[in-house]
Every structure is written in C-alpha cells, then in structure tokens.
C-alpha cells in the first residue's frame, strides 16, 4: 500500500497425490525438517532447494496448498515471511474465483523489492501486498474449480440394476464395479457420484426400481469440472457466477488489473 515493497509471485497446481497426502496427514509441517525435505524430494519430484524452503501450508497451516521461498539472494525474507505467509492463508481460505478454499495450489515467491527501513515493511504493509499477488498470480494460472465426489454403494437384485445404471447416467455418475453379494440374489453396484447431483437421489432412484434399490453414499475424493470459469459459455462459468450471486459478491471474477501493481 505504501508503493515501497514489491512482490513477484507464480502460481501451479500440486500433484493430486501430494494434496491427498496432506489432507490425510501423512504430510504435515510439525514433521523433522529432514525427513520432511527427503519425503518430498524422494516421493513428488520436489527440487531439494524448494523443499527446504517451504513457508508453510494454508489455509491454518494445515491445507493441501504450499507456498515456497523461491528467491535468490534477497534481503529481509526472514522479516516478511510471517506476514506473506498470512496474506497466503487469507487467499487460500478465499479463493479468487468465488471465494472458496483452494486446494492442491503451489505458490513460488520468485522475487522481491523491499524498503531499506524496517518501518516501511511491517505486517500493515506487506500482508495486503502478499494477498494482492497471490490472487493475481492464482488468475494467471488457469484456474480450475473442483466438485466433491460421492462414492454411491448401491444394494439393489440384480433384475432392476439396469434401472440403476440408467438413474446413475443421468447424474454424471461413473460406474466403479458391480459385485454380485454371495448366496443372495442382490447385487452391489458402486459408483462415483457428484455431491451437487446426489440431492434427491435417494427419493429418485426409489421410484424408478419400485424401492428396491437402497443408496449409501460416502465422501471419496475431489474431482475436476471440464471447462475454463474466466472464459463465457460454458457451464463452469455460469457455476462461478451462481456462487458469486449467491454469496453477495460482484458476479464477475474481478479482472487481472484489478490486481496489478499501481505504481
């Protein structure tokens, strides 16, 4: 804000796996800083010199999204790490799309221009300049928005399971496996769903089997939706708008120079 600090930011996706392993806490920060740096090296192709420079996960220092130290040779980062870390955790929790968490984002500090005078670079100064960068390099990265994925068991006899199979192709679902069940005449049919399209599911698949059919649905994973939310016409974009609507936020994605340095 007072136009002396400057920071240079990108922004790319984590491997899905990294982000799965720190949601599950086989990954976490409180870990010996050792065997942290040689996990990452050894199991994500992490460069060694970024694995010992990770600042920290977010958002609450627990989230599948990192950021790392990637300068060269610049002065007072130990002084600003705790607040670019804090402007980090704020865009994380609030994304730039439609103010929802991130998930499996990797930000590099690249590069920054820093005031000679402690005054000039506190917490007042930087935090906001660190989330300005973080929401502007997120937008050059080719945002993806993500959906929560049910895993749907279907208990159901095997005469009304292609009732099912035609109930599930209207959801989106993609179908994992049908096991018959040993010495009954039922079959279980396991399908991914998506969260958005399992309300009422329930209710509509009874009425096409007669009630035959019980679901049991259970958080499994997160997928990604098909499409680009900057760019009109597609249904990802309209997504975007609802949630913006919805939450009392301007409708459009705010523009790249929104953002951009005003100096």
Known sequence: ?????????????????FAQDIESGAITQKMEPKE???????????????????WGFGPDGEGPN????????????NEIKDSVVSGFEIVTKNGVLCEETLRGARFNVMDTTLHA???????????????????????????????????????????????????LAQRRALIDEEVPIEGTPLTMIKA???????FGFTAYLRSNTAGQAFPNCVFDHWDLLPGDPLSEGNQVYEIVKTIRKRKGLKEDVPPLDHYFDKL
């Open 192 to 198: 991914f769903l998506p969260v958005s399209e399992s």
């Open 66 to 77: 990192i950021i790392i130290d990637a300068t060269k040779g610049c002065q007072f980062m």
């Open 36 to 54: 942290f740096v040689k996990k990452l090296v050894a199991n994500y192709n992490f460069d060694k010199s970024d694995a010992m420079r990770v």
């Open 117 to 167: 005078d402690s005054i000039h670079r506190g917490a007042g100064q930087i935090i906001p300049a660190s989330r300005r960068v973080c929401y502007a390099a997120s937008l050059m990265s080719t945002p993806r928005l993500q959906e929560p994925i049910f895993l749907a068991e279907i208990t159901c006899p095997s005469d009304v399971s292609g009732n099912v199979y035609s109930c």
């Open 1 to 17: 804000p007072n136009k002396h600090n400057r920071i240079y930011m990108t922004a790319e996706p984590l491997d899905e796996q």
